[in-house]
T-cell receptor, first 111, second 112 residues
Framework: GDSVTQMEGPVTLSEEAFLTINCTYTATGYPSLFWYVQYPGEGLQLLLKATKADDKGSNKGFEATYRKETTSFHLEKGSVQVSDSAVYFCALGGGGNKLTFGTGTQLKVEL | SAVISQKPSRDICQRGTSLTIQCQVDSQVTMMFWYRQQPGQSLTLIATANQGSEATYESGFVIDKFPISRPNLTFSTLTVSNMSPEDSSIYLC?????????FGPGTRLTVT
C-alpha cells in the first residue's frame, strides 16, 4: 500500500539557515503530494502541494518539487525564521482526497 | 478553501464513557474524513463519512468503537465509544476541496 517516509526530527537550525526536510513515498499510480504544517497549539494547515511529476509547490518561501524518478518530495527553504518552528508533515493523496501521512518532522529554529 | 469547525475543542472524559465530536463545514462537500493523531504521532485515517450511506472504515477501526453519522453535506459526527486511556488523541475532521484536503482545528480528548 501507499506509504510516506520522512526524516526524523527534531531538526534544530539557527535563524537564516537553509532547511531541507526529506520525504520519499511509495505509491501506485501518480498521487498528489502535500506538505502540511502544524504550529504549536494549532491545527493542521496546508503548506504546499504538487499534483504531477516535476511540479514545484511553493508557499511562504518553502518549496518542494515532485520527483517521480526518485519518488521524493523534499521540503526546502532558503532562510528559516523562528516563526517557522513547527511540525511538518509530508502526505500522499490517494483516491477521493484520502491522505497518507509521514511521521512528521519537528523543526526548531533558534536565534 | 473550506472553513471547518469542530466541537468540542477539548474534553476530559472518564474511561467507559462515550464522546461525540461534531464537524461543521461552511460549504457542501461529498466526502468528509475523520483522522486520529495520537500524542507525538502522525495522523491516521479512521474513516470516510459518506452522505447517505454507511461510513467506510480503515483497517484497525470498527463501527462499534467509532460510529459516524453524516446527516447532510455540511455536517458529520464521530463518536468515541467505551473510551479507554489509549483513546487519548486529537481527532480531526477533514474535507477535500479543489485537489487538496483541509482540516478542522481538532478535538483534543483526554481519557482518565
Amino acid at each position: 500500500g501507499d506509504s510516506v517516509t520522512q526524516m526524523e526530527g527534531p531538526v534544530t537550525l539557527s535563524e537564516e539557515a537553509f532547511l531541507t526536510i526529506n520525504c520519499t513515498y511509495t505509491a501506485t499510480g501518480y498521487p498528489s503530494l502535500f506538505w502540511y504544517v502544524q504550529y504549536p497549539g494549532e491545527g493542521l494547515q496546508l503548506l504546499l502541494k504538487a499534483t504531477k511529476a516535476d511540479d514545484k509547490g511553493s508557499n511562504k518561501g518553502f518549496e518542494a518539487t515532485y520527483r517521480k524518478e526518485t519518488t521524493s518530495f523534499h521540503l526546502e527553504k532558503g532562510s528559516v525564521q523562528v516563526s517557522d518552528s513547527a511540525v511538518y508533515f509530508c502526505a500522499l493523496g490517494g483516491g477521493g482526497n484520502k491522505l497518507t501521512f509521514g511521521t512528521g518532522t519537528q523543526l526548531k529554529v533558534e536565534l | 478553501s473550506a472553513v471547518i469547525s469542530q466541537k468540542p475543542s477539548r474534553d476530559i472524559c472518564q474511561r467507559g464513557t462515550s464522546l461525540t465530536i461534531q464537524c461543521q463545514v461552511d460549504s457542501q462537500v461529498t466526502m468528509m474524513f475523520w483522522y486520529r493523531q495520537q500524542p507525538g504521532q502522525s495522523l491516521t485515517l479512521i474513516a470516510t463519512a459518506n452522505q447517505g450511506s454507511e461510513a467506510t472504515y480503515e483497517s484497525g477501526f470498527v463501527i462499534d468503537k467509532f460510529p459516524i453519522s453524516r446527516p447532510n453535506l455540511t455536517f458529520s459526527t464521530l463518536t468515541v465509544s467505551n473510551m479507554s486511556p489509549e483513546d487519548s488523541s486529537i481527532y480531526l475532521c477533514s474535507v477535500g476541496d479543489v485537489g487538496a484536503s483541509y482540516f478542522g482545528p481538532g478535538t483534543r480528548l483526554t481519557v482518565t
